[in-house]
């Protein structure tokens, strides 16, 4: 079986998710020289490609006393692993009109601080116009000036000025990759072509592709069935593309395999769908159902598991992730995606996982090796141990799942036995770490013990670890912790909450400000990221939640509606903002992962779909608006075969171009519980929760 390394140890560029320009490149013109840019970015071409859609534009002046540079990164994201692999930089380049080698432009290769130069013109001695024309370049022929340059370790490649010859000139630049040069091998078309329909794009599925020689699926779409243009490619480990398509129309489509030589293979049997104006409901489903995909299709194949994101890590299982997939499986039974059968059979792999993995004292790690459930420290040595926030996510979500196993079969008995075994083997009790039992820690290391130091302090993400540490039928926490430690008054805790939120605003738990005319009772500031709201609650019913100082919906809500006003005002300016277009939280961004709240010093731009879709059942008319406007406005850019990706930012021209596990699942989970109320019902059924809920009644804070 292939795996996303397949392509992503090689690329450097093949397609810009915008039309526009492409956000991981930078320009820069000193005049008299020109280079044509967009704010900064190189642009985008639709009218010559390689690989469909598009390509960049690279046009220039070179005159006396000028100068210009182009900087094509290396595309990072989280969990990708940056060492790429052969003996040969390639890129395909098309002249508008000739241009003499001595014309072309310098290239540099560089990583970090320092990179290797090549003449082109010492390449190859001129472009033809309007032909494509691979370069393949060998690290050889690279200056050697230095000591020696890992490309493994390439950060970029740049393009800059030669001579100045004072003439326009434009090159289109497309395929950029590190490799080793390929046969000729034929490929052959995938099987299985089949096409669905939906509002405004149709999902189109094949068979797996094995075959190690192809680089790519090249997607070819038509609207008589006869005359096709290539529309797009897919990275070979997937078998599912998103071709968006104007609502109303009835569309053709076939697929062909590239192989390494980017010749195609004969095109696949043709298949046909239509689009048509969806419901609110059936729009809601589609949703669901496309982001229950991360968790079924994009799982990892021994461990049954979500990946923290993808692309990413293809072996790094994300443990809380795999709780929120749990919730999506859930759904996905009842909704029809998938039989109940075929999640009994997903549970038991992931069961058996979890079985089998790391745990210290009953908790697992935050990640795991989805190969062998070894832990993956990937915050640093001192991450070698428990997670207990991330093990209360995935105990949650199975707790859930516990209550939706009620058939008096073989199967769901044992099952059932399965999951009350790992939850009452969780030490939630171990937690405290003896010089500080006012607390729950987060962590805890055999090796370190307490060294990461971090208590479990409200009003934020972590709530559910306290209250199913109250819980617990073999590990429980004594009462009054949860007031000494998750609402904590002591000095400890209003430091630590005004340290993160940088304001005295409920830094006693407590708030009691106003913003935006919505009085907020708990929260600090204006209350947080929106995942503060989703992940506690994806199972646990927040309605009628009351521990003394609010009813957790309502809190939730005002939180949710606060984000929302912060985002219709847009004291920030930021471009996209409006009634449709809001959510601020934690997500992928231009800058990398970063918290965003209604705050403007927490606020870059950048909005996430999750941020306003997970919060369906605290705004429903809200986020319904920003759903049809997310994929009506931005689909072909934000909406991909796993559903929404994890970020927009509409001022930067910037689109994520991963999908991460903690955002996917909220999204199938709120959207459920407001339309059923299916996961909060089972998970409050389980008798530890009923007995729980009574006990916040009656529990006396100070």
């Given at each position: 079986m292939l795996t996303p390394d397949h392509t992503y140890a090689h690329l450097v560029f093949a397609n810009s998710r915008r039309d526009g320009s492409c956000n991981h490149t930078q320009t820069w013109a000193c005049a008299p020289s020109t280079l044509k840019a967009v704010d900064g970015k190189l642009p985008v071409t639709r009218e010559q490609w390689i690989s469909p859609p598009n390509a960049l534009e690279l046009s220039w002046t070179s005159n006396r006393g000028g100068a210009w540079t182009a900087e094509i990164l290396v595309e990072q994201w989280r969990g990708r692993k940056t060492s790429l692999q052969g003996d040969h930089l390639c890129f395909w380049l098309y002249a508008a009109e000739p241009i003499e080698g001595r014309a072309l432009p310098m290239m540099h290769v560089f990583k970090e601080g320092w990179g290797r130069s090549v003449r082109l013109h010492h390449v190859i001695d001129g472009l033809p116009a309007r032909q494509w024309v691979q370069l393949c370049i060998p690290f050889s022929a690279f200056d050697t000036s230095t000591e020696a340059f890992d490309f493994g370790d390439l950060r970029g490649i740049m393009f800059n000025q030669s001579i100045d010859d004072g003439v326009p000139h434009t090159l289109y630049i497309d395929e950029i990759k590190v490799c080793t040069l390929s046969a000729d091998v034929p490929v052959s078309a995938p099987s299985g072509l089949s096409a669905r329909g939906f509002e405004r794009h149709v999902d189109l599925t094949w068979d797996a592709v094995n075959d190690p020689n192809v680089q790519y699926v090249l997607v070819e779409q038509s609207s008589d069935g006869e005359q096709f243009t290539a529309v797009g490619i897919q990275h070979p480990h997937y078998s599912r593309y998103a071709a968006h398509v104007d609502v109303s129309q009835t569309v053709y489509f076939r697929v062909r395999a590239v192989n390494q030589a980017y010749v195609a293979s004969a095109p696949s049997a043709v298949v046909s769908a239509e689009t048509r104006p969806f419901t609110d409901d059936e729009l809601l489903t589609m949703v669901?159902?496309?982001?229950?995909?991360?968790?079924?299709?994009?799982?990892?194949?021994?461990?049954?598991?979500?990946?923290?994101?993808?692309?990413?890590?293809?072996?790094?299982?994300?443990?809380?992730?795999?709780?929120?997939?749990?919730?999506?499986?859930?759904?996905?039974?009842?909704?029809?995606?998938?039989?109940?059968?075929?999640?009994?059979?997903?549970?038991?792999?992931?069961?058996?996982?979890?079985?089998?993995?790391?745990?210290?004292?009953?908790?697992?790690?935050?990640?795991?090796?989805?190969?062998?459930?070894?832990?993956?420290?990937?915050?640093?040595?001192?991450?070698?141990?428990?997670d207990l926030v991330e093990t209360a996510f995935i105990v949650q979500a199975l707790l859930t799942a516990r209550q939706y196993f009620d058939r008096d079969t073989e199967e769901e008995r044992s099952l059932r036995a399965r999951i009350t075994r790992l939850w009452e083997e969780v030490e939630w009790d171990w937690y405290r770490n003896p010089a500080d039992p006012a607390f729950l820690y987060w962590h805890w290391s055999p090796d370190h013990e307490w060294h990461i130091n971090h208590r479990l302090i409200g009003w934020n993400e972590t709530h559910i670890a306290y209250l199913l540490a109250l819980a617990s039928p073999t590990h429980p926490i004594p009462p009054e912790v949860y007031y000494s430690g998750w609402a904590s008054q002591a000095e400890i805790a209003r430091e630590y909450r005004e340290g993160w939120g940088q304001t005295t605003a409920g830094n006693q738990y407590t708030n009691g400000q106003t913003y935006y005319d919505i009085q907020l009772e708990v929260g600090v500031g204006p209350g947080g990221p929106l995942f503060f709201t989703h992940y506690s609650y994806l199972g646990c019913d927040p309605r009628g939640l009351h521990d003394g100082y609010c009813d957790y919906f309502e809190n939730n809500r005002n939180i949710t509606l606060i984000n929302y006003r912060y985002c219709v005002a847009n004291p920030g300016g930021y471009g996209g903002y409006s009634e449709s277009c809001w959510g601020l939280t934690a997500s992928d961004d231009y800058a990398g992962y970063s918290p965003r709240e209604a705050n403007p010093k927490n606020d870059s731009g950048t909005i996430t779909p999750t941020g306003a879709l997970a919060c369906f059942p605290y705004t429903p008319d809200e986020s319904l608006r920003a759903l049809k406007h997310f994929y009506r406005e931005f689909g072909a850019s934000l909406w991909d075969i796993y559903g929404f990706r994890d970020a927009i930012n509409p001022s930067r021209d910037w689109v994520s171009g991963i999908y991460m596990g903690l955002n996917q699942g909220p999204v199938t989970a709120m959207i459920e519980n407001q339309r059923s109320g299916l996961l909060w019902g089972l998970f409050t059924s389980n008798p530890e929760i009923t007995d729980l809920r009574k006990k916040l009644r009656f529990m006396k804070k100070d």
């Open positions: 669901q159902e496309a982001h229950f995909r991360y968790y079924w299709e994009g799982a990892h194949a021994d461990a049954g598991l979500a990946l923290e994101c993808i692309p990413g890590d293809p072996h790094e299982i994300a443990l809380g992730a795999s709780g929120f997939g749990i919730y999506t499986w859930l759904v996905g039974a009842e909704r029809g995606f998938i039989t109940r059968q075929q999640l009994i059979e997903r549970m038991r792999k992931a069961l058996t996982f979890l079985e089998g993995a790391d745990r210290y004292h009953g908790v697992w790690s935050h990640f795991l090796d989805g190969r062998t459930g070894k832990t993956i420290p990937e915050f640093g040595k001192y991450d070698n141990g428990g």
